[in-house]
């Protein structure tokens, strides 16, 4: 008998969103105010330092969360579904990507 908890799709967007988008968006506003308001450096050069240091960040967790939920018996299309709806994925590849290193 399968006792696992089926994830709704609530559960999953907050997941991702408390994992991925806020803390990436935290660390683009806080490294682009510290870079120019502390350092000194360019509004623009602090944000593109912000957004390339966020990005990295998403990317590390993307991974995370999408290994989660495929671990939580979310089928891979419902997953992009989701993602693609609340600004967390944009295409397949990171999903196929995932499920190709596990083989």
Avoid: H
């Avoid at 991702?16 to 683009?28: D, H, R, T």
């Avoid at 682009?32 to 000194?40: I, P």
Wanted: glycine fraction near 6%; aromatic fraction near 12%.
């Amino acid at each position: 008998m399968n006792n696992k908890k089926v994830l709704s799709n609530i559960e999953l967007i907050n997941k991702g969103y408390l994992w991925v988008n806020i803390p990436s968006i935290i660390i683009i506003i806080f490294i682009w105010f510290g870079l120019t308001a502390y350092l000194e450096v360019n509004g623009k050069i602090s944000a593109i330092i912000g957004g390339a240091i966020g990005w990295i960040y998403w990317e590390l967790t993307i991974k995370k969360w999408i290994i989660w939920a495929l671990n939580n018996n979310v089928d891979p299309d419902r997953l992009l579904k989701i993602g693609k709806k609340s600004l967390l994925l944009w295409d397949r590849k990171k999903i196929d990507s995932i499920l190709n290193q596990s083989k």
